[in-house]
């Protein structure tokens, strides 16, 4: 059974920095696309970075040059760095998967960008 678990989210002031986590089990990341969304309360739920098995990435213009998707396959975890915060990143944070046609999402993570 395959599952995602986020962290790494929290409080920070606009212009900082944080390092989301999702960690998987049931599942090999390194031959799977992985992608980071978020929603913000009262939005759709948006992608805003995609890596795929071989390590093409992709991003969202609206954290293009901010933000940072990595994998470590020998931990089975996939980064997202975000530099430069803006209160408009505030949203859960949720990494997802598709495996053999099935979609799996975490639980997500929280950050809240504001001074």
């Known amino acids: 059974q395959v599952q995602l678990v986020e962290s790494g989210g929290g409080l920070v002031q606009p212009g900082g920095s944080l390092r989301l986590s999702c960690a998987a089990s049931?599942?090999?990341?390194?031959?799977?696309?992985v992608n980071w969304y978020r929603q913000a309360p009262g939005k759709q739920r948006d992608r805003v970075a995609i890596i795929t098995g071989s390590d093409s990435t992709n991003y969202a213009d609206s954290v293009k040059g901010r933000f940072t998707i990595s994998k470590d396959n020998a931990k089975n975890t996939v980064y997202l760095q975000m530099n430069n915060l803006k209160p408009e990143d505030t949203a859960v944070y949720y990494c997802n998967t598709i495996r053999y046609g099935i979609a799996y999402w975490g639980n997500g993570t929280l950050v809240t960008v504001s001074s």
């Open positions: 049931g599942t090999q990341f390194s031959i799977l696309t």
